[in-house]
């Protein structure tokens, strides 16, 4: 009876992967004294003043159906944030609020790729992308990044032989989790380039563009695009401002794009929880300070656990350039998956296994820095007595 329920449904949604990320913080999450570096967020809670705005909101009654474009103050203030990053005007019509960055892939998906259509994907990478293309009957057409030891990098000519006739779009996560992989400004230019010719849209996740250790941002399309390009940014407010438990993030897109991507929230989650925009601005009125703690800590996070890396002869792994993650091999074992769980068995440390990000990341490991240094030097210390073992 079961086989003729699930029988019964789509192709797609039986065939939707499970999350190797999930099924390894599943297995780990209740062990006393594991440290968890799985998933992608940090250790710290959201501030207080991002949710007393939330609570303030809820205070004063703000608990109605609203705008589902996001309401207009959240719109103003992600176009002064725009303004103060990239140091130009942005208009509040380029702002589409979400319940969450997944969200707004899902939505630029839903806009952009379905049946028949292909997808470019630069692996290896967060899961989510290829998963949601999936569901929407689109085919995924990954694009492996080189890895040289002490880089990761990407062969524009091999982006280009991948571009067919059923080319709809490019996702493009840049700095990108898990690699750390991030575009220098020529190479975003080269790939508009590439779009324009071709008549193809860019997905630009830009999530981590605060976290690069060498600058104030890493390199964004909105250095070399014009404001009509066919480019759907997507973003959250989980990782800049520990609000991964909101489940809010934005688009930006052309306005022209305004009454379809309208359309798409009314009939998906018809609208962001008012108090929970309130809180948005703030983030962003107020967040500045906090948001370069939060790189600090994630500089020295890196610092702490690639240097621990490179004491072992076992290890292979570049210095991620952004993002806030550490993506290694270890010699010796190619079932990442089996890895992942031996760790939280025999070192009671939780990381995610390369599986989880496509073939090319397969003999990886990812592990997640966004946290006390305290915790991440018991890591190393973990880390290194397993492998000495």
Not at 124 to 132: E, M, R, T, V
Not at 359 to 376: E, I, Q, T, V, W
Request: charged share 20%; net charge negative; with cysteine.
């Amino acid at each position: 009876m079961n086989s003729d329920l699930l029988g019964s449904l789509r192709r797609e949604a039986r065939l939707a992967p499970a999350s190797g990320i999930v099924e390894v913080a599943n297995y780990g999450r209740t062990r006393p004294g594991l440290i968890p570096l799985w998933v992608g967020e940090g250790d710290l809670s959201t501030p207080a003043f991002i949710c007393e705005a939330a609570a303030r909101s809820m205070a004063a009654g703000e608990t109605f159906y609203t705008w589902q474009r996001g309401i207009p103050e959240l719109r103003a203030a992600l176009a002064r944030y725009h303004e103060r990053q990239f140091g130009r005007p942005f208009s509040p019509e380029r702002f589409f609020v979400t319940g969450s960055g997944m969200q707004s892939i899902q939505l630029a998906i839903s806009a952009l790729a379905g049946p028949g259509d292909e997808a470019i994907v630069l692996t290896p990478a967060w899961p989510n992308f290829s998963a949601a293309l999936a569901l929407s009957g689109a085919t995924v057409v990954e694009v492996d990044l080189d890895f040289a030891g002490r880089e990761w990098t990407l062969d524009i000519d091999r982006l280009v032989a991948a571009v067919t006739p059923r080319t709809r779009v490019i996702f493009i996560n840049s700095p990108a989790n898990p690699t750390g992989w991030t575009a220098p400004k020529e190479q975003l230019r080269a790939i508009l380039d590439l779009a324009r010719e071709r008549g193809i849209w860019i997905v630009a996740d830009e999530v981590y563009n605060r976290f690069v250790f060498d600058a104030p941002r890493a390199a964004s399309f909105y250095d070399v695009a014009e404001d009509d390009d066919r480019i759907l940014y997507v973003n959250t407010f989980s990782k800049n401002w520990a609000m991964t438990g909101w489940r809010i993030g934005w688009i930006s897109a052309p306005p022209a794009l305004g009454d379809v991507l309208e359309n798409l929230v009314q009939y998906s989650t018809s609208g962001v929880a008012a108090f929970m925009q309130r809180a948005a601005i703030a983030a962003l009125d107020e967040g500045d300070a906090f948001v370069d703690e939060q790189v600090r800590r994630a500089a020295e996070g890196r610092r702490i656990i690639c240097e621990a890396l490179a004491q072992s002869n076992r290890t292979e792994f570049a210095w991620p350039a952004g993002a806030f993650y550490a993506f290694f091999a270890l010699a010796g074992e190619d079932d990442t998956r089996a890895l992942a769980f031996r760790l939280i068995d025999e070192a009671k440390i939780g990381i995610a296994p390369g599986t989880a990000f496509g073939s090319s990341g397969s003999r990886f490991m990812r592990l997640c820095f966004a946290r006390r240094a305290d915790d991440l030097h018991e890591v190393a210390n973990r880390l290194g007595n397993w492998l000495g073992g």
